[in-house]
């Protein structure tokens, strides 16, 4: 094995444990939102942006990369780029509290099921990546199971489909933008910053601030800076370091952790055909996990 294919498989297992831990985080972030339902989605949205500006501060200044942001915002075709990531997000962001908010947890589930999908099919379609025989099976299972829960369930699943659509988007653009994962993160949040304090100040006005309105509040609400920028951050380091189709299906690992904690913990119901497809879904994640460490793909 060559120097460059040792260092490339090196930087895979990295990127996997990255992408690992940011799934494991994302997977039990409804137990931080549910307890704080009483909060609109759109002020917890601009509590996450405005925290996360100072995090990844200090994340960037313990890196030494504070002076390259400067370069990166004067460059119009990233900035633009920036932009479209941070709005992408925020659409995620808010639907996905909203979500936990009116007890429709396993719906959010169900869209970050469908998300992997339609990552995987972006890596096929724009990146040229390929899939072994088995790969295709999981891959085939997985859509299977989610048009079960899609049809049978009878409902037109937007949350879902919302959900999906704009993290695999947000995911794609972010890897092919040349900033690194952290000063991207904080680009981001920095562009979002004055329409999410403008929001802040607006609610302080009519009385509807919760940062203040109760002593419990306030701090969680600092906590979500913490919360939304590691998560993102070991994302978008997963993201450069691994295949577009591996990350796809790494996660599963989300949604299958919503998906339990939306019946276990939240007591929302369960059918059978809800079942079948989270039966299905670890199947098939299971069969393409399993062909990728033994072809040494990860």
Known sequence: MTADS?????????????????????????????????????????????????????????????????????DRRIFLMMLITALLITV??????????VDKTSEAALGYYINPLITVMLGFAL?????????????????????????????????????????????????????????????????????AFIYLLWLIAIGENHFTLTSSDGPLLMLAGVLTAAP?????????????????????????IIFLISFLVFGEQMDIWQGLTFVMIWFALVLYTWSMFREGGV
Not at 92 to 101: H, L, R, T
Not at 130 to 149: N, S
Not at 234 to 254: E, H, S
């Open 232 to 256: 993102l951050i070991l994302y978008a380091f997963g993201a450069k370091l691994l295949r577009l189709a591996t990350l796809g299906l790494m996660q599963y690992i989300a949604p299958s």
């Open 92 to 101: 995620n962001w808010v639907i996905y509290v909203w979500a936990i908010g």
């Open 127 to 195: 990146q040229g990546d390929r899939l072994t025989r088995l790969q295709i099976v999981a891959v085939g299972i997985a859509c299977l199971a989610v048009l079960i829960r899609t049809v049978i369930g009878g409902v037109f699943p937007w949350i879902a489909l919302t959900l999906a659509v704009s993290f695999a988007a947000y995911g794609y653009l972010r890897k092919t933008v040349p900033v690194g994962p952290t000063q991207g993160f904080l680009m981001e949040v920095v562009i979002l910053f004055p329409l």
């Open 6 to 74: 040792q260092a490339s498989k090196s930087d895979s297992r990295k990127g996997f444990f990255y992408a690992l831990a940011a799934y494991g985080l994302w997977g039990f972030m409804p137990l931080y939102f549910k307890p704080m339902e009483h909060i609109p989605a759109m002020e917890m949205v601009v509590h996450r942006t405005i925290w996360s500006v100072p995090v990844a501060l200090l994340v960037i200044g313990a890196q030494g990369r504070l002076g390259e942001l400067l370069s990166l915002f004067r």
